[in-house]
């Protein structure tokens, strides 16, 4: 047991009926929160209402509202991973992989990351806020993966593997950030639109600078 849990009040608090850990349910809820709302509005009250638990309950785990900001975001991303982990690796082609994860990432649009990032950013340490940019890049890594074996079997053409993810990776971002502000718009067709434009570029048919 580390020092923080070791120094706090005896009895460590109950799983719910579900045995789902407490520790997972308030990460959850509070990165709901968080998505939802950006980092300034939630307190750590708030949390505790929506978990039905004391805030105690929610310092036995983590020490103030920057650490379990860091530890929601991450586990959130963390989850985003998996899911996209899960779709890279199914027999699809690579068109209609990326096209699913978009689909994935809009079906859970909330606020613009960057902006809640930006927001929290005078309240986290150093530490605390390269734990999210790694979680991130986890996501970039794999994505440059499955870009450079498609690279390699000649059904993409060569180039920075990486600088792929990323650009994918923002594209999705817009079109999420679209979803959110266009909520009463049909956006059906959205994932897909996003991935065209990533695919296929906006040129009607190939193009040389003269």
Do not use: C, P, Q
């Given at each position: 047991m580390d020092k923080l849990h070791a120094q706090r009040a005896p009895g460590r608090p109950k799983q719910n009926e579900q045995n789902i850990p407490l520790q997972e349910i308030i990460l959850r809820q509070a990165a709901f929160l968080f998505m939802e709302n950006g980092y300034e509005p939630v307190t750590l009250q708030q949390i505790a209402k929506i978990c039905?638990?004391?805030?105690?309950?929610?310092?036995y785990y983590f020490e103030n509202k920057a650490e379990l900001f860091t530890a929601s975001v991450v586990f959130m991303i963390q989850l985003a991973h998996q899911s996209t982990l899960r779709y890279l690796e199914e027999k699809d082609d690579l068109r209609t992989r990326l096209e699913q994860i978009a689909k994935a990432?809009?079906?859970?649009?909330?606020?613009?990351?960057?902006?809640?990032?930006?927001e929290a950013n005078p309240h986290l340490s150093e530490e605390q806020f390269g734990r999210i940019r790694k979680a991130e890049i986890d996501i970039h890594i794999s994505l440059a993966k499955h870009f450079q074996f498609a690279m390699d079997q000649g059904s993409l053409r060569s180039g920075d593997a990486m600088f792929l993810a990323?650009?994918?990776?923002?594209?999705?971002?817009?079109?999420?950030?679209?979803?959110?502000?266009?909520?009463?718009t049909p956006q059906e067709d959205l994932p897909q639109t996003v991935v065209d434009l990533f695919w296929d570029g906006i040129a009607t048919q190939p193009q040389h600078r003269k």
């Open positions: 039905k638990v004391t805030k105690a309950s929610i310092y990432k809009m079906m859970h649009a909330h606020v613009d990351m960057e902006t809640m990032l930006r990323h650009a994918f990776s923002a594209l999705v971002m817009l079109g999420s950030r679209k979803h959110v502000i266009e909520h009463n």
